[in-house]
């Protein structure tokens, strides 16, 4: 696993109700990886999180905003539906095709045992109040809000 930039992959920035997050990456795809992560890591202890099994998954955006929404959504309906915690990102692609942006990623985890994954909070969704894809001679900074 990469750093993002600065030696920092994500951190929790202050919010009233929610979870914000800012994530890095020194590319579109590292800050892609560490929203991902940092998302989990909101949920439970990710390094408890075994790589027991590799999924792919290919989401759609019109932009890079929505690009990150359906991500993380993507991320979030595994958890709550195949009850899959995940703890490593791989982001292969993130490219531009018929006018829309595709990502395709590996990603790794196991399912959710509550014996041996804490629980944190509770994700209720992503949202895009407040989210920002900036882009500076660093790198990449993600900005999100989790409604937990």
Not at 116 to 131: F, L, N
């Amino acid at each position: 696993m990469s750093a993002g930039y600065g030696g920092k992959r994500f951190e929790f920035l202050e919010h009233t109700a929610d979870v914000y997050i800012a994530a890095y990456g020194g590319d579109l795809c590292k800050a892609f990886e560490n929203a991902a992560l940092a998302m989990f890591e909101t949920m439970t202890d990710t390094v408890d999180v075994r790589r027991e099994r590799e999924d792919i998954v290919e989401v759609e955006g019109e932009d890079l905003e929505s690009l990150l929404y359906n991500w993380l959504e993507n991320l979030l309906v595994k958890f709550e539906v195949e009850n899959m915690l995940y703890s490593e990102f791989n982001v292969l692609s993130i490219e531009r095709y018929d006018g829309k942006l595709r990502l395709k990623a590996k990603i790794y985890g196991e399912p959710f045992d509550p014996e041996r994954h804490k629980q944190k909070v509770g994700i209720k969704a992503v949202t895009y109040h407040r989210m920002e894809v900036n882009e500076t001679s660093e790198g990449i900074t993600l900005k999100f809000i989790l409604d937990i």
